[in-house]
């Protein structure tokens, strides 16, 4: 069992479609962050987010973070092709030696 | 941000054999991580390679299968022993600026093992 679950681990959808990535836990953290691997590549930070209900958007994408720091969304609107790749949520514990914990990760896939 | 290279980008070993992994990054940083991402997986933190003493391993990683070497704030190497298939992997390390919740990554490398 993984401390950070991703849902849904595959997602295929049409070129201007929504979509929603989750990222749950049952522990809480400091900080939680967004990536974005394409193939071939590194994951490539997108956002942090560190206060519970936080909301950040970035032009498409909109982040949002629990009330109670233990889950947070992804919210892509009118998806595109160049959207495509595997998204990854990390989480961020102090306690844990401030060390990141990634979740399995999201596959998304948009076709034109 | 940070510009972060990797050597070799990928290759083909043979078990039995090590593979050691350059980590160059343009500017000097404090924290500097090695995760590894097996086929189709998330990455999963090895150790945290520390400037001046040994790596700091997570549970499930060990200092003979995986050693680590950070002699300078800009440079780091990870060595992949004894490899057998079970090894393969992309391999990634990511710096850490001025707080460890804001990693950047390398581009990784991409090891087979026959």
């Known amino acids: 069992t993984q401390l950070l679950e991703q849902s849904p681990q595959f997602l295929s959808i049409q070129e201007g479609e929504n979509l929603t990535v989750y990222c749950n836990s049952s522990?809480?953290?400091?900080?939680l962050q967004w990536y974005r691997q394409e193939p071939g590549e590194g994951p490539v930070l997108l956002v942090t987010v560190v206060t519970g209900g936080e909301v950040k958007k970035l032009k498409r994408l909109t982040f949002q973070f629990g009330d109670a720091r233990k889950d947070s969304s992804l919210h892509i609107t009118a998806a595109q092709p160049g959207d495509t790749g595997l998204y990854l949520c990390?989480?961020?514990?102090?306690?844990?030696?401030?060390?990141?914990?990634f979740g399995g990760g999201t596959r998304v896939l948009v076709k034109p | 941000s940070a510009v972060i290279s990797q050597k070799p980008s990928r290759d083909i070993c043979q078990r039995g054999t090590s593979l050691t992994i350059q980590c160059q990054v343009d500017s000097q940083v404090t924290m500097m991580f090695w995760y590894r991402q097996q086929p189709g997986q998330s990455l999963t933190l090895i150790a945290t390679a520390n400037q001046g003493s040994e790596a700091t391993y997570e549970s499930g990683f060990v200092i003979d299968k995986f050693p680590i070497s950070r002699p300078n704030l800009t440079f780091s190497t990870l060595t992949v022993s004894n490899m057998s298939p079970e090894d393969s992997s992309i391999y990634l390390c990511?710096?850490?600026?001025?707080?460890?919740?804001?990693?950047?990554f390398g581009p990784g490398t991409r090891l087979t093992v026959l």
């Open positions: 990390a989480g961020l514990q102090k306690a844990a030696g401030n060390k990141l914990t």
């Open positions: 522990s809480v953290f400091s900080s």
């Open positions: 990511s710096v850490a600026l001025l707080l460890p919740d804001t990693q950047y």
